[in-house]
Nanobody, 127 residues
Framework: QVQPVESGGGLVQAGGSLTLSCVAS????????MGWFRQAPGKEREFVAA?????????NVADSVKGRFTISRNNAKRTVYLQMNSLKPEDTAVYYC???????????????????WGQGTQVTVSS
């Protein structure tokens, strides 16, 4: 079992920045990738960004956040970060961290490939 735990959410004004962190504990030795997803009220959960633990795929981000969000990792700390700049009200959502153990031929954005999910952290961007 792997337990991802998110932190760093909060309330920020449009144009501001936030950094989310996700620490993975438990049996993390076989982790292939970690990703961030978000779910806004009344909408389906969507891919935000992902990164492989080896670094072969770095900063894979959704088009909607490209140029504003950056994903990075610290292997020693088993932590993934999501740096969010130039935040917009439409970025308001619960942000989830997820862990993917298997390197299968499916995109990093594929939610079904992630086995372990955190509880989520709320990000609210005011206009």
């Amino acid at each position: 079992q792997v337990q991802p735990v998110e932190s760093g959410g909060g309330l920020v004004q449009a144009g501001g920045s936030l950094t989310l962190s996700c620490v993975a504990s438990g049996r993390t030795g076989s982790t292939y990738a970690m990703g961030w997803f978000r779910q806004a009220p009344g909408k389906e959960r969507e891919f935000v960004a992902a990164i492989t633990w080896s670094g072969t795929i770095a900063n894979n981000v959704a088009d909607s956040v490209k140029g504003r969000f950056t994903i990075s990792r610290n292997n020693a700390k088993r932590t993934v970060y999501l740096q969010m700049n130039s935040l917009k009200p439409e970025d308001t959502a619960v942000y989830y961290c997820a862990v993917r153990a298997m390197n299968r031929p499916f995109p990093l954005a594929s939610q079904m490939e992630y086995e372990y999910w955190g509880q989520g952290t709320q990000v609210t961007v005011s206009s």
